[in-house]
């Protein structure tokens, strides 16, 4: 499934999906630090994406990075 969900991403690199089931599936494996490198590289690739940018302040809470988190938290615009 990794390689499959990594050769997606490489294929199509203008695609957030593909970083969101990356992310998904690292914190399903317990691989939380990947998924924060996953998770912050797509929040910078989109970051008008508010459902990138949820997943990267948890995957910062899920490494207990909660102050980075707080400050993600207090930017992120979900609603217009």
């Known amino acids: 499934v990794l390689v499959d969900l990594q050769q997606a991403a490489n294929l199509n690199k203008g695609e957030w999906r593909f970083g969101k089931s990356l992310v998904t599936y690292f914190i399903t494996e317990k691989q939380n630090d990947k998924?924060?490198?996953?998770?912050?590289?797509?929040?910078?690739?989109?970051?008008?994406?508010?459902?990138?940018?949820?997943?990267?302040?948890?995957?910062?809470?899920?490494?207990?990075?909660?102050?980075?988190?707080?400050?993600?938290?207090?930017?992120?615009?979900?609603?217009?």
């Open 35 to 80: 998924a924060l490198h996953v998770a912050s590289d797509y929040a910078t690739r989109f970051p008008q994406n508010y459902i990138m940018g949820m997943l990267y302040i948890k995957t910062l809470q899920l490494e207990k990075q909660y102050a980075k988190a707080a400050q993600m938290l207090d930017k992120i615009k979900i609603i217009p």
